[in-house]
């Protein structure tokens, strides 16, 4: 492991990638944590649809990765900020929330924790006596559109899908994660809840888990077919991801506006003090010159104080 550095905002893969006392842990740190993390999210995603009853709901593989997301998200995203997704990552990039060099090694972390994850369910199934080829059962978890869609869904109907979906996901991770949001809590179990959903809809069209690792884990051990239709379910989900990306990166520059205006304000108010200094030393020049510099008053100063002892006498009835 790296030893830990200080934070530089310019380069921080997320508001999570540091920790309360201010320091980001080195990059391998953060890339050891992505991978686990994939891993993790890649057995329970992939996992528990294996192994349930087929043509189950596929609602237990839905949560069971949701919560995969939310746990890994809370044991994991101090150190690398939890993306565990090449979308999220693109997205954290075209938002100028993480470096380009920094994104291209999360995503390989991703997929080597996937691709693992993947591996070790596969072995798992070359033990079950019961099952005779395990590429075919990985077939029932690979993403897929046409004929491979368990609703015969078109490439077109599974791109808009993945486009929509991981936009939504990516957004609320940007959302929920943002420097101004400090409940990291709240902010993990929003993602998983929203990965979730999404994941209960994409699972009933084609298998769509909005996550290029996870597509990419599962359809290396599938049939050839998998390997075919890969490519919809990098190009799709990126796509989402730049464009919840662009939306955060624009309402980061509409808060600049803002920022500069309260600037002009600070700005008008050290303006005003000093003009208030310039009239309260105005108001004490002037005092002062009522006095001489022996002390007594000034012959100004005491018809001053005349005028004002009549003006008194007259209200008062005193002087008609």
């Keep these: 492991m790296t030893t830990p550095v200080p934070v530089h905002h310019d380069s921080a893969s997320g508001p999570a990638a540091g920790n309360s006392a201010g320091i980001r842990h080195g990059l391998v740190s953060r890339l050891s944590a992505e991978a686990f993390g994939s891993l993790f ?14 043509q189950s709901s596929p609602l237990p593989a839905a949560l069971a990765a949701g919560l995969a997301i939310t746990a890994a998200m809370l044991a994991f995203g101090y150190v690398s900020g939890g993306h565990f997704n090449p979308a999220v990552t693109v997205g954290h990039a075209v938002a100028g929330r993480i470096r380009l060099g920094d994104a291209a090694a999360y995503i390989a972390a991703q997929l080597v924790g996937g691709l693992l994850g993947a591996l070790a369910l596969f072995g798992i199934l070359r033990t079950l006596p019961g099952i005779q080829d395990s590429r075919t059962a990985f077939d029932t978890v690979t993403a897929g559109f046409g004929e491979h869609s368990i609703i015969q869904a078109p490439l077109a109907g599974v791109l808009l899908l993945e486009v929509l979906g991981a936009a939504i996901l990516v957004a609320v991770f940007l959302g929920t994660t943002a420097r101004d949001n ?17 994941l209960q809809l994409g699972l009933s069209v084609g298998n769509a888990p909005f996550n290029p690792a996870r597509a990419t884990a599962s359809a290396v051990f599938s049939s050839s077919w998998s390997l075919e239709q890969l490519w919809l379910f990098w190009v799709a989900p990126i796509v989402g991801a730049a464009i919840a990306g662009l939306v955060f990166r624009g309402f980061a520059a509409g808060d600049a506006p803002a920022a ?19 009239i ?36 008062d009835g005193k002087r008609g």
Excluded: M, Y
Excluded at 45 to 53: A, Q
Excluded at 187 to 192: I, M
Excluded at 260 to 278: I, K, M, P
């Design 41 to 54: 999210i890649v057995v329970a995603g992939l996992g528990v649809p294996l192994f349930s009853i087929p």
């Design 182 to 198: 400090v409940n990291k809590a709240a902010a993990a179990l929003s993602v998983g809840l929203a990965a979730a959903v999404l």
């Design 260 to 278: 500069g205006s309260v600037a002009d304000t600070e700005a008008d108010d050290a303006a005003d003090f000093d003009d208030l200094d310039d």
């Design 280 to 315: 309260e030393g105005s108001g004490d020049a002037a005092r002062d010159a009522e006095f001489s510099d022996t002390g007594a008053p000034s012959a100004a100063a005491v018809r001053e104080q005349a005028r004002r002892d009549e003006a008194r006498e007259f209200f």
